[in-house]
Each structure stands twice: as structure tokens, then as C-alpha cells.
């Protein structure tokens, strides 16, 4: 019989926050067109994700994919660290 693969979903966003042990806060910015204007804006949404050794930190990019869930707010894990904060 043939396998059925599951889909993971996965958002690329920046951590805005990692001040909660082994949580950290990315924000995902979209770019969608108005409906009515017809311009296009940024929406953006944040999502607790889990960060098992507490490796990212504020102003990095990363790859988190959906999960079970974790806690009442966090149902997404890190996946991959994209890209270091510049400081």
C-alpha cells in the first residue's frame, strides 16, 4: 500500500522575544493585497514556539513548523535557526 505522507506546516519569522525558558516568541509578517484599496500591506501575527536548548535569541530568523501542543499557547516548534542576529 502506498504511504500517506502528512504536511507539515512551516513559517519563516523573527524572534521578537526569549525571555521564557525553552519558549521563544516569533512574529510572521505577510504581505497581503486590500481588498478594497487594492494595496498591498504587512499583517503580521506572533506564535510561541518551542526552543528545546534555548539557542535562539531576539533578533534571529527561523523556521518553526507546526506540532502538538505544547501548552495553552504553544503549538509550534523551532526547526532550523535561518539567520543570526546582526549586533
Known amino acids: 500500500m502506498s504511504e500517506i505522507k502528512k504536511v507539515v506546516r512551516t513559517l519563516t519569522g523573527r524572534v521578537v522575544s526569549d525571555k521564557m525558558n525553552k519558549t521563544v516568541t516569533v512574529l510572521v509578517e505577510r504581505r497581503v493585497k486590500h481588498p478594497v ?51
Open 37 to 87: 484599496i487594492g494595496k498591498v500591506i504587512r499583517m503580521s501575527k506572533k506564535y510561541h514556539a518551542h526552543d528545546e536548548n534555548n539557542e535562539c535569541h531576539e533578533g534571529d530568523t527561523v523556521q518553526i513548523e507546526e506540532s502538538r501542543k505544547l501548552s495553552r499557547t504553544k503549538a509550534w516548534t523551532v526547526s532550523k535557526l535561518v539567520e543570526r542576529a546582526r549586533v
